[in-house]
């Protein structure tokens, strides 16, 4: 029904910045929310941003406040994660998700679809 990919992960030097890209297809967004997660090894999945599609609600996890700023582009169906001042803490898989509403943005089980994830990975 919906499908989700993302993109843009890779490999960043600590300190510099990189942009995720989360396009959405199989129907429209606007009463949807968008989160973005992150898993890092041996850790549980963990909330980074989320985004209502209709009047830009953001929320985001205090370890990326200041530092991380989720958006989205309604022409292209795609929501986007701009990372800055990254640290090897930012190491992890990010997954784009997507769940109809807006509630309990920060709770992985609220979110029906789920992309395939892509790596990011910080060095120094």
């Known amino acids: 029904q919906v499908q989700l990919v993302e993109s843009g992960g890779g490999l960043v030097q600590a300190g510099g910045s990189l942009r995720l890209s989360c396009a959405a297809s199989?129907?429209?967004?606007?009463?949807?929310?968008m989160g973005w997660f992150r898993q890092a090894p041996g850790k549980e999945r963990e909330f980074v941003a989320a985004?209502?599609?209709?009047?830009?609600?953001?929320d985001y996890a205090n370890s990326v406040k200041g530092r991380f700023a989720i958006s989205r582009d309604s022409a292209r169906n795609t929501v986007y994660l701009q990372m800055n001042k990254m640290t090897a803490e930012d190491t992890a898989v990010y997954y784009c998700?997507?769940?109809?509403?807006?509630?309990?943005?920060?709770?992985?089980?609220?979110?029906?679809?789920w992309g395939q994830g892509t790596q990011v990975t910080v060095s120094s």
């Open positions: 998700a997507a769940r109809f509403g807006w509630s309990a943005v920060r709770s992985r089980d609220v979110y029906r679809y």
């Open positions: 199989g129907r429209t967004l606007s009463s949807y929310t």
């Open positions: 985004i209502y599609w209709s009047g830009s609600s953001t």
